[in-house]
């Protein structure tokens, strides 16, 4: 007897854009454009910067769908429901971004990035006319370690006299004012972004300053000023909203110009700086428990393991600096790299970026992972969401232990989860109660683990995967494992 046809997936798209909605479909990012949005987008795909910041990849490539693409998409009552609903004039097609990322998983290196990008494609586009009407980090996502600008409806055709910037004040507490935050109190993004979409008012910053620093730059232009101005504004004074045309084109555009070189003054006093120390900053150098050589042979084990079943999507969880991403990612894997620390986190940005590697570092902690946020909890959806099914191989390694003794999270669940997330391949390192460093973590709490063997760890992954091999690691009480996710497992996600 056949089973009934599920029920069709309603088709879910963003919705603050007056311009239009983007959404998914079969695997493909589209949006849909309306009359609001079709001259300015229509002016920036024309344009010669458009089309040269396109191929150059820092803002997505675009292509508008000709007539027979869109009569065959609106076959689809689902997506003619969307299209009516938006007023649709067009549809467009966007290159796909492997994993999408939020600003609160990212380190601050990568805000600074995101930052530096759109003040870049702000001047950029000056000389055809056109400008961007948002300034939030919303509208960048990361292709491995480079940011790259997603949203086109962003582009406007300029006024030639108008020498504002609307989204200055968006740009300062969206970008500048969270890299304050960290720089100057070493808040991390999630703490100031993950429940604050339009990033930090500079009167919470000021609440948070001293005195001293009040008046030092960039705090006195960026936090003070603003603080002490907005209460001689009336609430209802929106004149600092208002476009202000010149009868000068080129004045007002040197104006503007001028007025995003002060920004990038501004963020470059609010790069993060290299070097910083952190508590796991030093693992990899002196705190691993690993003689070199045993280092290198399991550097060889995860490195063979990757090779020999040509794995093409990594999730490294507790990276670390990255040393094993980057071997993923020298053996042609696209990685995502989680670590809860955004210092050592840094190093693997810095480091990607460097060698032009696939890496896209996260600051997740996976035993806390990132929730759907937004309307609803839907607009930006979870990080466990975005990553079920998503690799082709995972690596915990040196890192369940930390699961283990400080989250409490039962080994079972464990891999449960690793499961889930990996379609195929799993190299795990399984370290026992009686290691130096597990018995660091347990702080005298050792009998909560003492059923913690190897005999119960291949019981629990055996459940979900077959054990390829495995390797003791000489003279410790670790032991390295590649595991292949079951045939019947794979059809029970599928």
């Known amino acids: 007897m056949s089973q009934p046809a599920p029920p069709t997936q309603p088709i879910t798209a963003s919705f603050r854009d007056p311009a239009g909605s983007l959404f998914h479909y079969q695997g493909r990012i589209l949006r849909v454009v309306n ?11 024309a344009s ?7 191929a150059a990849g820092t803002v997505v490539p675009t292509r508008a769908l000709d007539p027979a693409e869109c009569r065959e998409l609106l076959a689809d009552p689902r997506v003619r429901e969307l299209y009516d609903a938006r007023g649709g004039q067009m549809i467009l097609e966007h290159e796909r971004v492997d994993f999408p990322s939020f600003p609160y998983e990212w380190t601050a290196e990568m805000l600074h990035a995101a930052a530096l990008l759109t003040l870049d494609l702000a001047q950029a586009l000056l000389p055809d006319g ?7 980090p919303y509208n960048v996502l990361f292709r491995g370690p480079e940011p790259v600008f997603i949203d086109v409806l962003s582009f406007e055709r300029r006024q030639p006299g108008d020498a504002t910037w609307l989204p200055y004040a968006q740009f300062v507490r969206t970008f500048l004012l969270p890299l304050l935050a960290n720089q ?17 008012e500079p009167e919470e910053v000021y609440r948070w300053s001293k005195p001293s620093e009040r008046l030092r730059a960039p705090f006195f232009s960026l936090v003070s000023m603003p603080t002490w101005l907005g209460g001689r504004h009336k609430q209802d004074d929106d004149s600092i909203y208002r476009k202000k045309v010149m009868g000068d084109p080129e004045k007002a555009r040197y104006i503007l110009d001028h007025l995003l070189n002060g920004l990038r003054r501004t963020l470059r006093r609010l790069k993060p700086v290299e070097g910083k120390s952190s508590v796991w900053s030093d693992y990899m150098a002196a705190n691993n428990n690993y003689t070199a050589d045993h280092f290198q042979a399991k550097q060889r084990f995860v490195g063979d393991a990757l090779a020999e079943f040509a794995a093409r999507s990594v999730l490294d969880v507790g990276s670390n600096t990255g040393h094993f991403s980057a071997i993923a990612a020298r053996n042609g894997a696209k990685v995502v790299a989680l670590d809860y620390d955004p210092v050592v986190l840094g190093t693997v940005w810095r480091q990607a970026r460097a060698e032009k590697l696939e890496i896209l570092p996260l600051a997740v902690n996976l035993t806390r992972p990132s929730p759907g946020t937004g309307w609803r909890n839907r607009e930006c959806s979870s990080f466990l969401d975005r990553a079920r099914g998503k690799f082709d191989a995972v690596l915990m390694l040196a890192v369940i ?6 989250e409490r999270v039962p080994l079972a669940d464990i891999l449960d989860l690793a499961a889930e997330l990996t379609t195929n391949l799993l190299v795990i390192e399984f370290i026992a109660p009686d290691d130096s460093m597990f018995q660091r973590l347990t702080r ?11 005999e119960l760890f291949e019981t629990l992954c055996v459940r979900h995967f077959e054990i390829v091999r495995q390797q003791h690691v000489e003279g410790t009480s670790r032991c390295l494992y590649l595991l292949r996710k079951k045939p019947g497992f794979l059809r029970m996600l599928s």
């Open 401 to 406: 232990h930390h699961m283990l003794v400080t």
């Open 184 to 200: 100057a109190y070493g808040l991390g993004l999630d703490q100031t972004l993950t429940t604050r979409r339009d990033g930090l």
């Open 35 to 45: 009359g609001i949005g079709a001259a300015d987008l229509e002016a920036f795909l």
């Open 444 to 454: 005298g709490r050792e009998e909560l683990h003492k059923d913690l063997t190897p």
């Open 48 to 54: 010669q910067a458009g089309q040269k910041l396109m």
């Open 130 to 136: 056109l400008g961007l009407k948002d300034g939030t």
